[in-house]
């Protein structure tokens, strides 16, 4: 039977293979993504502890509403981070992370 | 009176300044003196009104005004009211870097540049109040998002950029992990407020390994936003490419918005009795432990103001970890929470005025590096006092509100029997002064070429003035804070 | 959900999630990104989060992947050709995930609510149809349906009408942000 373990080590493992993506990749975009993962992994996490978690017989809709909040605010920041990214690439024409090395000291 | 007025307030205010901006016809100066007209207004309401601050009852859940937050709240409007007249300063660095070559308007971005500020103010007034995990989430995040635009917003110097991506990545991987940590630590409880988190972890039955994964990732998550080691290698290239009123607002306002929510999740975590107080307590204990040596001795080595003070920024950051930790010691009058806010009081006037220097220095062509500082102190003598003043304090000698702040936390740690921590923090402090101190002879040096004298508006004037005296003053009469918040808890 | 369903949900979000990481061209990087999301939106449902699925199809595969790709495509990045990737970077990464997997297997081994099934938690909708005070919900209820969209916009507007104004002002602040950044000229 599928228990809440399943899901939250189902969870976990999307937020590792986001984590390892962040530190090995090296193309700006691809990191991002992988930090997209792993912001849904948490997502899953909240929206699995929300079922087991009955309030008056229905799934806690507070996490619920954390998980609404985190999409929204996942979305406005893709938005800037690509803006951000773009503007980068137009001064530097790369979104490598080698090309992010001016700031040293 | 409802505290959100003030917040309401301010957001309108932002939102009308980004409104008038495209229409207006004279200076767009003339914005950022209406923004500091009403962060002024918000200030005197806040200290009028102080005592008499009561929440609607629909928003006590998650909103609190006590002494803590209205003290932060004030933190973060001054904050604001420092970055806007720093702003005016580095308004011509500003339009270099924004502004086209073929549209070099006199204040390109400068309407933004002050109106922004304004919804991270109330970002961080939302942040002090905030008591449950979704609130705090979303101020958090309203924070964050506006220091991404912030940091990147000189959009033709690669530098501003450079910094821009590496926040953004730093500060979504920061995001990621504080969602997770939160999931679990709702998850276990079955609680979003921090009241019902600290209930549920005093009687809480059973192992306590899978609270203690929760409540390290959230810490984690937080420990980005106020640059704690391991968390802290943002900090120096985020510092020395963003905007110089950023930087400032980053390493004050950010900070201690970050340190008022890190005071009540660290006050949950460690309530009497919880299951997992002790061992957040070492965690913590250990995080500043390295952010103290990490901050102190990185900075040893820096040629470049602005790295040099990213270093300190973390440092200092140690030092407040330090002083949350101390939370069993009783024989001190003044709790570990009071001892976070009043480091940061004596914090915020010296390193705005680090910046407002460095800004000031930048847009007439001054360097940011340390050898071109040289001869500072002979050209404009009043800036150099005022800069030997606030490096000082930021050192720590005695009379300056500095001393009183690191005094604070040593003693705290004194009689928590840290040694440890302390003979780190003791190193800490002697090594700041070495390298403030070296600044200090830089600035007094004789420059090989001539530079000009430094100017000033009336108002960076004014500011300087206020925040000179608060140094001398909280240094001489430290009370006069303690008043502040032992008077808001009456 | 039979617990074929969840394996094979579960293995579509998680091999399309490490594709994400293995791809060299960022184009497979995003579309393997979607599939993953799809995966993702199939457990979300599964967990009676109606909602929350569609919106995760929605918004993440929709909008923002079409956003990710946009930008590929506008920058026209080709794969990493002929770059070797870091290897000190790949292994630190590695090592990060499976310390954290390792700590994540004793932590759940020690979760006690762990071992609970969504049949052992059955959700109770009589008892919900009785506190429930709005009528639309309430009927919904009393015929055992899960009304989970209305029960997402109630607990948003009744508990946290202020968190969705700072959401507002976030999304201002984003907005602003992304035409400065990306305007030619700032007059």
Redesign the interface.
């Given at each position: 039977m599928i228990t809440l373990n399943h899901y939250l080590f189902v969870s976990g493992i999307l937020?590792a293979i986001?984590l390892t993506g962040?530190v090995a990749r090296r193309n700006?975009l691809t990191?991002?993504m992988c930090?997209e993962m792993?912001?849904s992994?948490?997502?899953l996490?909240?929206v699995?502890?929300s079922r087991?978690?009955l309030t008056d017989g229905l799934p806690?809709y507070?996490?619920q509403?954390?998980v609404f909040?985190?999409i929204t605010?996942a979305a406005?920041?893709v938005a800037?981070?690509l803006a951000?990214?773009v503007?980068?690439y137009r001064?530097?024409h790369s979104v490598d992370v080698g090309a992010?090395d001016?700031?040293?000291? | 009176m409802n505290p959100?007025n003030i917040e309401l307030g301010l957001?309108v205010l932002g939102?009308l300044l980004?409104l008038a901006e495209p229409f207006l016809s004279s200076s767009r100066k003339v914005l950022a003196y209406v923004a500091i007209a009403g962060l002024l207004v918000a200030l005197l309401t806040l200290i009028t009104s102080g005592g008499s601050m009561s929440v609607p009852a629909t928003?006590q859940?998650?909103?609190i005004a006590d002494a803590l937050a209205l003290f932060y709240k004030g933190v973060a409007i001054i904050s604001t009211l420092a970055v806007i007249i720093i702003s005016l300063e580095y308004a011509p660095v500003l339009n270099k870097f924004?502004?086209?070559d073929?549209?070099r308007?006199k204040e390109?971005?400068l309407g933004?540049f002050v109106s922004?500020p304004l919804?991270v103010c109330?970002?961080m007034m939302?942040m002090a109040s905030a008591k449950d995990?979704?609130?705090i989430?979303?101020?958090l995040?309203?924070v964050t998002?506006?220091f991404?635009?912030l940091v990147?917003?000189m959009?033709?110097s690669?530098?501003s950029?450079?910094?821009?991506?590496?926040y953004?990545?730093l500060g979504?991987?920061s995001?990621?992990l504080l969602?997770?940590g939160?999931?679990?630590v709702?998850?276990?409880t079955?609680q979003?407020s921090l009241d019902g988190i600290q209930k549920a972890l005093v009687n809480w039955k059973?192992?306590n390994?899978?609270l203690l994964?929760g409540a390290a990732l959230v810490l984690a998550g937080l420990g980005f936003k106020v640059a704690a080691v391991p968390f802290q290698i943002w900090v120096?290239?985020v510092y020395?490419?963003a905007p110089t009123p950023i930087t400032a607002f980053l390493s004050v306002g950010s900070k201690a918005a970050g340190f008022a929510v890190l005071t009540r999740v660290v006050e949950t975590f460690t309530a009497k009795g919880s299951v997992i107080g002790d061992q957040v307590i070492q965690l913590l204990l250990i995080l500043a432990g390295a952010t103290i040596l990490v901050g102190n001795l990185s900075a040893i080595a820096?040629?470049?103001f602005k790295?040099l003070l990213g270093y300190s920024s973390i440092a200092h950051a140690g030092y407040l970890l330090l002083a949350l930790a101390c939370v069993h010691q009783h024989s001190l009058a003044i709790a570990p929470r009071n001892i976070v806010a009043f480091y940061l009081a004596t914090y915020l006037p010296m390193t705005f005025l680090c910046f407002l220097v460095l800004s000031a220095a930048k847009a007439q062509g001054v360097g940011e590096d340390l050898k071109s500082l040289k001869g500072l102190g002979h050209k404009s003598p009043l800036l150099g006092l005022a800069l030997t003043i606030a490096l000082a304090s930021l050192a720590g000698l005695p009379l300056t509100a500095g001393f009183m702040g690191k005094m604070f936390v040593i003693f705290a740690a004194t009689y928590e029997s840290n040694y440890l921590c302390l003979a780190l923090a003791i190193i800490g402090a002697a090594t700041g002064f070495y390298y403030y101190f070296k600044v200090i002879l830089t600035i007094y040096s004789t420059p090989e070429v001539e530079t000009e004298k430094i100017r000033l508006s009336v108002l960076s004037k004014v500011m300087l003035g206020v925040f000179v005296a608060a140094i001398i003053v909280i240094g001489v009469y430290p009370d006069a804070i303690q008043h502040v918040l032992v008077a808001a808890v009456k | 959900m039979p617990a074929p369903l969840f394996y094979f949900f579960s293995l579509l979000m998680l091999i399309f999630g490490a594709l994400v990481v293995i791809c060299r061209n960022p184009v497979a990087s995003a579309l393997s990104l979607v599939v993953s999301f799809v995966g993702l939106a199939a457990l979300f449902i599964s967990l009676d989060a109606y909602f929350i699925g569609t919106i995760q199809i929605l918004v993440y595969a929709g909008a923002v992947m079409v956003l990710f790709l946009f930008i590929i495509m506008l920058l026209d990045i080709r794969a990493e050709a002929g770059r070797k990737p870091n290897m000190l970077a790949v292994v630190g990464g590695i090592a990060l995930a499976v310390i954290f997997l390792v700590?994540?297997g004793?932590?759940?081994s020690?979760?006690?609510?762990g071992n609970k099934t969504v049949a052992d938690v059955p959700i109770n909708y009589q008892t919900a149809a009785q506190v429930q005070k709005l009528d639309t919900i309430k009927a919904d209820l009393q015929n055992s349906t899960l009304p989970d969209a209305k029960l997402v916009g109630q607990t948003l507007f009744n508990?946290?009408p202020?968190?969705i104004q700072?959401?507002g002002?976030?999304l201002?602040?984003?907005t602003?942000?992304v035409v400065?950044?990306s305007k030619?000229?700032?007059?």
């Open positions: 937020f986001g962040v700006i990191i991002y930090l792993m912001l992994a948490a997502n996490t909240l699995a502890f087991f978690h806690d507070n996490a509403a954390l909040f985190t605010v406005a920041e800037v981070g951000i990214i503007a980068l001064t530097k992010v001016n700031l040293k000291g | 959100l957001g939102l980004l928003m859940e998650f909103y924004v502004a086209g073929n549209a308007g390109a971005g933004e922004l919804f109330v970002g939302v995990l979704i609130t989430f979303v101020s995040e309203l998002v506006s991404y635009v990147s917003f959009r033709r690669a530098m950029l450079e910094a821009g991506v590496k953004l990545i979504a991987l995001t990621g969602v997770y939160m999931a679990w709702y998850g276990l079955g979003m059973g192992d390994t899978p994964f120096p290239d020395q490419g820096q040629t470049n790295r | 700590q994540l004793s932590v759940l020690k979760n006690e609510m508990r946290y202020f968190q700072l959401i002002c976030l201002l602040v984003g602003v942000g400065l950044l030619r000229e700032v007059n």
